[in-house]
């Protein structure tokens, strides 16, 4: 069984819940205010080691009540923190989140996080059968080196493009997994997607993206499913209708899941239908990191 090792951030998220959004310039009464472990890496790491991978996370924390409470959780969730360095440089990352209507709006402000380098990649232990993942709030040069390097070990590339950026073709290339949502991929493809673009639109938009006819692109369409262009085959993942209440970290939920079954040498049809299912639990719980759900309950829904 291969591993799943993470590059990426880490971040405290900062979350007021109200009955609605406020309007820009707007001051509204909230209801609570709760502190929960988060950061895209972070939250894709969490996932990955409660489904059962052996997981090791890259990344960089502040010297602050933030990055030891960080810590201390990801370290109850048994993933490796031997890569992640701590800094009195910069504090730790931080998210600021509203949720509202099941809803969520986010300002990150990155911190350490920002600090990740290439040297911090570059001495990551991978090997053929392992999955290396990432996503766009640590700097695109640290992911390119963490990509080069698991390329050189012959372990799988799994590129989260979020928050949404535009990136270069290089990069591109040294991915061998891209997962994203409808609004990245129409931000990457330049290709106009909404809501009611239907599959056959989507796949025109990842054949578009797709930077050699190997290179797999899952599309998440939240509760209509998931869609992916697997060299010239297409998946269809039918959606699961649950009652969300935060959909924060939904997304990394179905990250961290794919690269785990992955890891485990699981068929992407089937390892792509596993992680539908823990991020439609995911969704259903308030936060991103302790939302993630065990393998013991995704496989009740199986
Ligand atoms: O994807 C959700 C995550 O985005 C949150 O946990 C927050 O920290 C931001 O990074």
Redesign the pocket.
Same mark, same amino acid.
């Given at each position: 069984m291969g591993r799943v090792f993470v590059a990426g951030?880490i971040?405290m998220?900062v979350v007021a819940t109200a009955d609605r959004h406020p309007k820009v310039g707007e001051t509204i009464a909230g209801k609570e205010v709760l502190y929960?472990p988060? !950061?895209?890496g972070a939250?894709q790491a969490v996932s990955a080691a409660r489904l059962g991978a052996r997981t090791t996370l890259i990344g960089r924390l502040g010297k602050d009540a933030f990055g030891a409470e960080l810590k201390a959780f990801l370290s109850d969730q048994g993933i490796d923190l031997g890569y992640v360095q701590e800094t009195a440089a910069a504090h730790s !990352?931080t998210?600021i989140?509203t949720v509202a209507e099941a809803d969520n709006t986010?300002v990150?402000i990155p911190g350490s996080n920002a600090l990740v380098g290439e040297d911090d990649v570059s001495v990551v232990p991978m090997l053929k059968g392992d999955v290396a993942v990432s996503q766009f709030?640590i700097p695109l040069s640290a992911i390119a080196a963490f990509f080069r390097r698991a390329r050189a070990a012959s372990a799988v590339t799994l590129l989260n493009p979020?928050p949404a950026q535009k990136f270069g073709r290089e990069l591109l290339e040294l991915v061998d997994i891209l997962v994203l949502n409808e609004t990245e991929l129409g931000l990457l493809s330049g290709v106009a997607l909404s809501e009611s673009t239907d599959h056959a639109g989507i796949i025109a938009a990842a054949r578009r993206l797709q930077a050699n006819k190997d290179q797999i692109i899952c599309v998440t369409l939240g509760k209509r499913g998931v869609l992916a262009l697997a060299g010239s085959e297409e998946l269809v993942v039918p959606g699961r209708v649950v009652e969300a209440i935060d959909t924060?970290?939904a997304?990394?939920c179905f990250v961290g899941a794919l690269a785990a079954q992955l890891a485990d040498g699981v068929a992407l049809r089937e390892a792509l239908g596993f992680a539908n299912i823990a991020a439609s639990i995911c969704v259903q719980r308030m936060g991103?990191?302790p939302s993630m759900p065990t393998a013991d309950e995704v496989a009740a829904i199986l």
């Open positions: 951030s971040n998220d929960f988060g !950061g895209k939250n !990352g998210a989140i986010i990150v709030e979020a924060t970290g997304g990394d991103a990191g």
